[in-house]
């Protein structure tokens, strides 16, 4: 991307985002949340800013010039961030001090980031737009909405102890689960089975219509990654489970195999405090039964995913978190 950086828009400049940016980034986005928080008489809570710097810096790593920062006076006061995965085109992040809202600096930064008319997916078409916004924000619902991403489906974040894991049905006879470490580790993979890369990106292109490895190494940081494959060795899903409870991406070759995947990854964790979470969107109508049925419980009010042109077959996955679905 050669866009003419950094210029200035009176009163803020806008400007590529460095990795000594991201602390600050994080900072805005904790004052933005409990800003539009507060008039519902909520807080954020459990607000981890070292998490969130790494996903930061992944999306830095991986789209450097989809993250932007914009001052004022040499001060952060808002920042940007989108990433580019196939013919999808995703907003991340998008944030703006409380103080400065309602003057444009939002639709600036959102500007900044769309993409050229001549940044095309690869089978030439224009890119799709797509974004997770809070339903409980009407200002940046309407503002993508002005651009076409239009929110069309809800995602639940669901969480609790699980107290009936038999309500995740079983997976189907037949099938090997491969948990993905031992797949890395050349000596232990099996006969015939193809690398990491292939299979997650075989799986990723049939349910989300985009490859993204890089993606992949980064859930690998901190999470277990599980293969299932039928018979022949052909993938029919995945799934990622952290050591803290946290679920997620699953994606699986039919609707049904979702929710088996989930109790698969249940099975195999335990986290210290018990308790499980993971974001399921509505379409997934299997796999958030299941959850309910199990125990998992609504804590919040679900964001809601908008786009202007359909992307992914969100009844067979539950997405990693709201930046990155
Ligand atoms: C969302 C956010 C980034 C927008 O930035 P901003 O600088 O305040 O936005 P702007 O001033 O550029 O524009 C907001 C637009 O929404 C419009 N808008 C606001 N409330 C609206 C409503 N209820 N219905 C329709 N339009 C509305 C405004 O009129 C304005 O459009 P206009 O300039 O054409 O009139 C900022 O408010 C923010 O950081 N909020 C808290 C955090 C957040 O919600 N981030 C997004 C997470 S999904």
Not at 244 to 265: K, N, Q, S, T, Y
Request: aromatic letters at 10%; glycine letters at 8%.
């Amino acid at each position: 991307m050669t866009r003419a950086f950094p210029h200035a828009i009176d009163p803020f400049t806008i400007r590529p985002a460095r990795p000594a940016d991201l602390a600050a980034c994080a900072e805005i986005q904790h004052v933005a949340l409990d800003g539009y928080l507060a008039p519902f008489g909520q807080q954020l809570v459990g607000w981890q800013p070292e998490a969130m710097i790494r996903l930061f810096e992944h999306l830095l790593a991986t789209d450097p010039a989809r993250f932007v920062v914009a001052e004022r006076a040499a001060v952060p006061v808002g920042f940007a961030s989108a990433w580019v995965r196939g013919g999808l085109w995703f907003l991340a992040f998008l944030f703006v001090l409380p103080a400065e809202q309602g003057r444009g600096l939002g639709t600036r930064l959102l500007d900044e980031l769309l993409p050229r008319p001549d940044e095309r997916a690869p089978d030439g078409e224009g890119l799709i737009l797509a974004v997770a916004t809070d339903s409980l924000q009407p200002i940046s619902n309407a503002l993508y909405g002005h651009y076409g991403m239009v929110p069309r489906m809800p995602v639940f974040l669901m969480k609790g102890a699980v107290r009936s894991p038999d309500a995740f049905p079983p997976l189907p006879p037949d099938v090997a689960v491969t948990p993905f470490a031992s797949i890395d580790d050349a000596t232990a993979q099996p006969p015939g089975m193809r690398l990491l890369a292939d299979v997650t990106s075989a799986l990723d292109r049939e349910v989300l219509g985009f490859v993204r490895p890089a993606d992949h190494r980064f859930l690998a940081a901190d999470r277990h990654g599980y293969l299932v494959t039928d018979e022949d060795g052909e993938p029919l899903g995945y799934g990622y489970v952290r050591d803290d409870g946290r679920i997620g991406p699953v994606a699986a070759m039919w609707p049904g195999l979702v929710p088996a995947i989930i109790g698969l990854l249940v099975r195999s964790t335990s986290p210290a405090g018990g308790s499980f979470s993971l974001l399921v969107p509505g379409a997934a109508g299997d796999a958030f039964v299941a959850c309910l049925a199990a125990g998992l419980r609504l804590t919040e009010a679900p964001t809601l995913m908008a786009w202007d042109r359909p992307f992914a077959d969100f009844s067979r996955y539950t997405p990693i978190n709201n930046a990155i679905p």
